[in-house]
């Protein structure tokens, strides 16, 4: 950050601290040329998307989160890190359209909806991890609706489309 009165894009922060509700980061930097004291904000870009635990407890939306949680569910599976990062954005948007908050059962499924059509090992992963299936009914029920669902739409059945 240049210097408001140097220009100098050398500062240290002195002090952090979460404001807004904690919606906001507020720091106060120093310049390391002359000295000048100055305050910057930090904020989610865009309208702030809250994830709602299970526990109650609230956190900002993170896309990031969502692929590790794939890149966990499709390990050794052919299902590549452009596959996810696309699908994680097709969730992000589908949390944009529904409203400041959301249950994070609700991306779950989301990724599950979307998931289903890419491989359906990666599918059954990411349902026993994010469902936390705790009877073996729920899992079979889940198995059962997979053999309805309609095939994969797209994986592997046209390399060429890939290229
Ligand atoms: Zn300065």
Request: charged fraction near 35%.
């Amino acid at each position: 950050m240049k210097c408001p009165a140097c220009g100098d894009p050398d500062d240290r922060v002195v002090d952090s601290r979460l404001v807004d509700d904690g919606t906001a980061v507020r720091r106060r930097r120093e310049c390391l040329s002359c000295g000048r004291r100055y305050t910057t904000f930090e904020r989610l870009e865009g309208e702030p998307r809250w994830v709602i635990k299970r526990s109650g407890r609230r956190e900002p939306f993170d896309r990031e989160k969502v692929v590790s949680g794939l890149r966990a569910a499709t390990k050794n599976r052919p299902v590549s890190e452009l596959e996810m990062a696309e699908l994680a954005g097709l969730v992000e948007e589908a949390m944009r359209s529904s409203g400041p908050a959301v249950k994070s059962e609700q991306i779950g499924l989301e990724v599950l909806d979307r998931l289903r059509g890419i491989d359906e090992v990666a599918y059954l992963r990411f349902a026993s991890v994010y469902k936390e299936f705790e009877q073996a009914d729920d899992f079979y029920k889940e198995v059962g609706l997979l053999s309805k669902a309609t095939a994969p739409k797209h994986r592997g059945m046209e390399k060429g489309e890939l290229s």
